[in-house]
């Protein structure tokens, strides 16, 4: 609601979004939208849901942590991502930031992320993404720490321009803002949201731009995505239908 005031006040027109007020159903693994690319037969708000704010210049995401993670109402959204390609902005991202909202600060590493990871599959590029600390519900209005912090974040979200990554050192992953990294070898490591590659130096990740400009969420690696592994999986499944269901009756009790 503060993002949403600021943005206003900075000349923007705007729309705060609840989750709680769409109703979204669990995906059943069905693949029918990807496999036979036909809407989803689930009878809930997600269309109505991602029609609106895919559609946005900017977005501004804020939940709160639950069990150091995003909370489920999110999730419920995620899990369909299959249909999220159809609502990728393939030119040049638009700007969206993310807030966690969480009461300890070690106890919250899964949040960024992932709410990340949901604005990078609609094709946002993330301007900034940090955590407002509060244990109690509402509590976050009394950090005037935060509470300027978002301002003056908004104002910077609303004037910026896309351009590509330039290499650099971080503690963070810079596409997704992931602290959580996959050892692969000596001292290279991964980010396991953006597949991007770094070399731990002493005071950081050295990020290269080259590996940066190709992290898992551009536009290119999404459609190969699409296109070389998961229609791919269709002809082996379809090959393999009537052997699954044998086994399944196998293993019925
Ligand atoms: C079920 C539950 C689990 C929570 N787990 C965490 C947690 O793992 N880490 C954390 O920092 N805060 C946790 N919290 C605290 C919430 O993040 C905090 O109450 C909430 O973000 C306040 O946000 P609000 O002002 O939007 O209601 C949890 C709260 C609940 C109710």
Known sequence: MLALKEAIANGATGELVYLKDYKIEECDGCMNCVF????????????????????????????????????????????????????????????????????LADWNHFELPLMNLFLLGLGFG????????AAGPGEVLLSNEGI??????????LSWKYKPFESRIASHCPVCFSTIFERIK????????????????????????????????????VED??????????????KNLRQINQQKRKFEL
């Open 225 to 238: 995505h699409f296109t070389n592994w998961i229609l791919k999986t269709k002809d082996r499944f379809k």
């Open 126 to 133: 993330i301007v900034d993404s940090f955590y407002a600390r």
């Open 186 to 221: 000596g001292n290279k490591y991964k980010c396991p949201v953006c597949a991007v590659e770094s070399e731990q130096q002493e005071d950081g990740y050295y990020f290269l731009a080259d590996n940066l400009n190709n992290h898992r969420w551009t536009p290119d690696n």
């Open 36 to 103: 036979r690319n036909i809407p989803c037969h689930l009878d809930d708000d997600w269309y109505k849901l991602l029609n609106k704010i895919s559609s946005a210049d900017a977005l501004f995401l804020s939940a709160p942590t639950y069990v150091l993670s995003i909370p489920g109402s999110l999730k419920l959204v995620m899990d369909r991502y299959l249909l999220m390609p159809q609502y990728f902005n393939k030119i040049y991202p638009r700007p969206a930031m993310s807030v966690g909202i969480g009461g």
């Open 148 to 157: 300027e912090r978002i301002k003056s974040e908004v104002k910077f979200m």
